[in-house]
C-alpha cells in the first residue's frame, strides 16, 4: 500500500514546513491528480493513523481532486478527459499533450491560533 508512504510524507512535509513555535495545524490541503494512482480513501486512512504524536495531530487532510486535462496540438484547446481515451474535447483529435493530472503535492497548511 504506497499510500501509507504518501501519508508518512505528507507529515514529514508539513512538519519540515511548519514555523518555528507555531501552534496547533488545523488541516493540511493536498492536491491530488487523475493520474496519481493514489486511492484517497485509503491515504485518509493513512493519514489520520499515523498523526498522532506529530505536530498534525488532529488534522484534517483536505483533498482537492485535479482533473485530468490535454492541450490538443491541432486546435490548441485545452479540454478534461473523462474516459480512458485520450482525445480533444473539442475537436476529437488525438495528438494531445498532458496539462493537468500528474498532481500529487502539499499545498497548503492551516494552523489554528494560539489560543486553541
Do not use: W, Y
Not at 63 to 74: L, N, S, Y
Not at 83 to 102: A, I, K, M, N, Y
Amino acid at each position: 500500500m504506497h499510500e501509507l508512504s504518501i501519508a508518512q510524507g505528507i507529515v514529514e512535509i508539513a512538519e519540515e514546513h511548519l514555523p518555528p513555535g507555531s501552534g496547533r495545524v488545523r488541516s493540511v490541503r493536498v492536491k491530488i491528480g487523475g493520474l496519481a494512482g493514489v486511492v484517497v480513501d485509503s491515504l485518509s486512512f493513512c493519514f489520520d493513523a499515523i498523526i498522532p504524536g506529530t505536530r498534525l495531530e488532529g488534522a484534517r487532510l483536505d483533498i482537492e481532486h485535479i482533473p485530468i486535462t490535454v492541450r490538443c496540438a491541432g486546435c490548441s484547446a485545452v479540454t478534461s478527459i473523462t474516459d480512458s481515451e485520450f482525445h480533444c474535447g473539442s475537436c476529437g483529435g488525438t495528438e494531445v499533450s498532458l496539462v493537468t493530472g500528474r498532481e500529487l503535492q502539499v499545498s497548503e497548511l492551516e494552523l489554528a491560533d494560539n489560543e486553541e
